[in-house]
């Protein structure tokens, strides 16, 4: 999604903030572009093609500046096309980058037309770049300041003006900004990322901050515009770009790196303590009596699953939303409830505005199981537990969904023991089983070369179902969702008992229908299901656990999985069901790692 980079320095900063944009490029985006200060007057070049294309492009034009920013754009208003790519100029002066999204841009645009302002792209982004020049007398700072206060949405930007030559000012409400502190030179980006190799001292903007940027100098306005100061922290982890190594892709890549992401995620004691949680887990966990989880995608997902385990082990009410309809939803808040958002990036806007609306409603607990340290989310909620996955660049998550549900699985044994529901023998066994995972995932992944026999069949068809029950219902959604988003072909998941009351009428022998078959207490009832299917001549592709008895027959495909792994399994499940997505989608040629029209960091409403 949309990427910002900026610099004020005594150097030329092109190769920074094109470096900079390489590194935000994994997020997805459509247009890029680069502006710099150059003999006094803003000067840009902008490409619908990758960054690779914009530095040539600079290159050749000889591209120079001290002070500039730059942009990656994901589409919201208007085509990707040049005219729309970012930065945006006003009247020649003043240029800007902008993500998020204005909601009342028209009303904007209207205004400033009467003033006299041509509009030349789609974007909403321009009305901030009028706007803040028809504010300006002088003093960019302060007319940035002025410009928010009429703005309406979500939006990080970063705005130079040739009046003030070694001046960027950036603001941020709704959209991740950080500041990267150097000598004598300081930087602007939505992630820290952006500038690893630059700075690794950091100054995480927040809600309503209004920064100034100069070579010596960095001053923050907070949303009051009382002069504010933000902590500086030491962010070593964003070292360099990540190695594809001998994987053709980096989600195939992801897949394989799950063993050790799990084994780095697993907490190191051999009890389960509140405190993995935060310091004031153990007293915050002991006033909860429901827990609210909120999240997006395949982080939704895995808070389904989660649902299975806190209920049955720890017997607590849980409740699982899509953080895009609770927030608009009039809902019954409970004080009492745990509110959970689950997410890789922890910028995802659409989970970061439910959390908010969590808090505004009253619920006092809030906690974040997330995979970036620094990320918004972990810094709004009181506590945290952090997967630990590493970078996960593919659009599609894999390791990130599966660290999701170790650290979910934790959770749930936690609460369990808190709430006195298991035994010591039964937390022993617990651990014991999640040690024990790295192995039984590396068993799971030796199945690749029988999925890419299947992967060819799969990847001739346009439509597919997935089934599974129970704790592997949200298995089956996630399955589903890696297909359709990498290999563009349709696909449903359905609780295996739902098949009669409608999609049966889909089942033909064109219909593959992959089957989730763990050898748990519903697999009487999951064969009758698959029986179901094989009488209208479906073909059936089921990842049957070794102690079901499911065996290859006719229109049934077989992959056998080791044993049951007990409550655990669906970490194991899903596997194979990321492999099958990654190999159809190779088959078909699809760019797996940034399929169209996604991004990896959902940062708009
Ligand atoms: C799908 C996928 C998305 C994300 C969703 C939430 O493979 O990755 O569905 O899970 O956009 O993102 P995070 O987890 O960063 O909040």
Known sequence: MCGIVGAVAQRNIVSVLIEGLRRLEYRGYDSCGVAVLAGGEPKRARSVARVADLDEQVRETRLEGVTGIAHTRWATHGAPVTDNAHPIFSRNELAIVHNGIIENYETLRDMLRGKGYEFISQTDTEVIAHLIQSLYSGDLFAAVREATGHLHGAYAIAVLHKSQPDTVVGARQGSPLVVGLGEGENFLASDALALAGSTDRFMFLEEGDVCELTLEKVRVFDRDGKPAARDVRQVAAYGGAVELGPYRHFMQKEIFEQPRAISDTIPQSDVFDASLFGETAPKAFAEID????????????????????????????????????YRYRDSVPNPKSL??????????????????????????????????????????TE?????????EIGVASTKAFTTQLVALFVLAATLGKMRGNISAKQEADYIRQLRHLPAAL??????????????????????ALFLGRGLHYPIALEGALKLKEISYIHAEAYPAGELKHGPLALVTEAMPVVTVAPNDALLEKLKSNIQEVRARGGQLYVFADADTKIVNDEGLHVIRMPEHYG??????????????????ACSRGTDVDKPRNLAKSVTVE
């Not at 827990?291 to 699953?305: H, K, N, V």
């Open 290 to 325: 429901s827990l609210l989880i909120l999240a997006c995608g395949t982080s939704y997902y895995s808070g389904l699953t989660a649902k299975y385990w806190l209920e049955s082990i720890a017997k607590i009410p849980t409740q699982v939303e899509i953080a895009s309809e």
């Open 339 to 380: 509110v959970v958002v689950i997410s890789q990036s922890g910028e995802t806007a659409d989970t970061i505005a439910a959390l908010k609306h969590a808090q505004s409603l009253g619920h006092k607990h809030t906690l974040s199981v997330c995979n970036v340290a620094t990320s918004a989310m972990v810094r709004m």
């Open 383 to 391: 506590l945290s537990f952090l997967t630990h996955a590493g970078r």
């Open 442 to 463: 590396n068993s799971v992944l030796a199945l690749e070369p029988q999925i890419i026999a299947w992967s060819e069949e799969f990847s001739r068809k346009e439509n």
């Open 567 to 584: 409550l655990l399994s669906p970490i194991l499940h899903v596997v194979p069901l990321q492999l099958l997505a990654y190999h159809t």
